[in-house]
């Protein structure tokens, strides 16, 4: 037999024999062979980290959601076709998002099988498409909210329709001039005789600093305001507010999408405070600074220009969050009062504002002369004004100015105005033993 004979032979009888291996079932092969051929089609099991990327990936789709179907219906209005159409894809993308996932899932259950590499490839490549979609929409609709841009004029309410600027004297740097200074009588909390004054003051008198809580949405919710005491004039106050329109109410949801500029208000506080105390029934507490030095007062002062001038040259959005009444002030006071004035939650829940100025020594311990310390409960029965601005006869003299002194006069009632310090050190040091006596407290 020849070589080439002999491994033709060979051959054929090996195809012969993988054909008839080929016929033989699965049942018939070796234990450990049948496990190597069903293994290779099964899945590995997904684990914990599996299900918890998963889970992760789900809550910020849908908080992604929830934040640009807020942000459209903000800007466009609930009956906008933007916002329905925009409502519809975005809720259907996800729905098919969830369906995808949950099909597959229970056709596995029923089925009881796993399934094949095909169909899981099948999977992947919709549910990456609908994310890719989904993502390229939201990315869209981001770009075209940080895109909107403040402005200047619109239909203001009358309250917030001039914008406070000022005139420093050419020859006494102290002497500020103050234009649309907001005078107005209020007879009920939407009516009111429009004033706007000019009004000059001089930096030198400067006296001492009150910071106004007005609660209207309950203990945590409050809005601030800031008065400049002078030693032979009244007060000055400064109010970081809302610029409304028209038609326009307050929503502390709509103010985080861009709802409402930013608008700066100086007024008399016979205007700003009596309209929140007498006319809209709100719940005031007037507090008094202690441990400042004039020179600290008066750069907190001129931050609040500065603050005028930026605003003039552009508009800026209000955020319930970051830039409201409350944390603007905190801004500027820290950089005027530096460390002594640390980080605090506090600061982005307003209505505990007095507790924090209580517990780093900015309200005076011990007030009056008997050297007794207040607590705070003591502060807040003091220092409430509605009691005492009640019954005030806000038409009282023909002259607005006299209705203005005495409605200051009168809010301060039995609340200790205390003295500025003499030195940085000096107002350092007590504060650091009034607020270590309060700790102890």
């Not at 969830?98 to 259950?109: E, M, Y």
């Not at 203990?219 to 109010?239: K, N, Q, W, Y």
């Not at 719940?283 to 001129?302: A, C, D, G, K």
Request: negative net charge; glycine residues 4%.
């Amino acid at each position: 037999m020849s070589l080439r004979s002999l491994f033709s032979r060979l051959l054929s009888s090996r195809s012969r024999s993988r054909l008839e291996h080929s016929r033989v079932p699965n049942s018939s092969l070796p234990s450990h062979d049948v496990e190597n051929t069903t293994s290779d089609s099964k899945q590995p099991e997904p684990t914990w980290r599996h299900h918890l990327l998963q889970l992760f990936i789900a809550v910020t789709l849908v908080l992604s959601a929830i934040w640009l179907l807020l942000a459209i219906w903000y800007q466009y209005g609930i009956r906008s076709a933007v916002t329905w159409l925009a409502t519809i894809a975005i809720i259907g993308i996800l729905a098919a998002l969830v369906s995808t996932r949950c099909w597959n899932a229970l056709k596995k259950i029923l089925l009881t099988q796993s399934t094949s590499n095909k169909q899981i490839a099948h999977k992947e490549v919709a549910t990456k498409r609908l994310i890719g979609l989904y993502a390229a929409i939201w990315l869209l609709g981001v770009g075209s909210f940080f895109s909107i841009e403040p402005k200047q004029q619109r239909d203001w309410m009358p309250e917030v329709d001039q914008r406070v600027s000022y005139e420093r004297d050419a020859t006494n740097p102290d002497l500020i001039t103050l234009t649309n200074v907001r005078d107005f009588d209020w007879q009920t909390d939407e009516e009111a005789t429009e004033h706007w004054n000019t009004r000059t003051i001089d930096l030198s008198k400067l006296s001492g600093i009150d910071v106004t809580n007005s609660y209207w949405m309950g203990p945590l919710i409050a809005h601030t305001l800031v008065s400049f005491r002078f030693e032979d004039d009244r007060p000055l106050a400064f109010s970081f507010e809302i610029r409304k329109e028209n038609g326009e109410s307050f929503s502390a949801l709509a103010g985080f999408f861009r709802r409402y500029e930013l608008s700066l208000i100086a007024a008399e506080e016979r205007d700003i405070i009596y309209t929140r105390s007498n006319a809209r029934g709100e719940q005031v507490y007037l507090f008094p600074i202690s441990n400042l030095q004039q020179n600290e007062v008066r750069t907190l002062f001129e931050s609040y220009l500065t603050a005028a001038d930026d605003l003039n040259e552009k508009p800026a959005w209000y955020n319930t969050l970051t830039s409201n009444c409350t944390n603007i002030i905190f801004y500027m006071a820290r950089i005027v009062s530096g460390d002594r004035l640390p980080w605090d939650y506090r600061i982005w829940v307003s209505g505990w504002l007095p507790n924090y100025l209580y517990d780093v020594g900015m309200l005076d311990a011990a007030p009056e002369k008997d050297h007794q310390p207040w607590s705070m409960d003591t502060w807040y029965e003091r220092t409430h004004i509605n009691p005492k601005s009640k019954g005030f006869d806000n038409q009282a003299h023909q002259s607005a100015t006299l209705n203005s002194r005495e409605f200051s006069q009168q809010i301060r009632q039995g609340i200790p105005i205390p003295l500025l310090a003499d030195s940085q050190d000096s107002a350092e040091a007590n504060a650091n033993a009034k607020s270590m006596a309060h700790a102890s407290d």
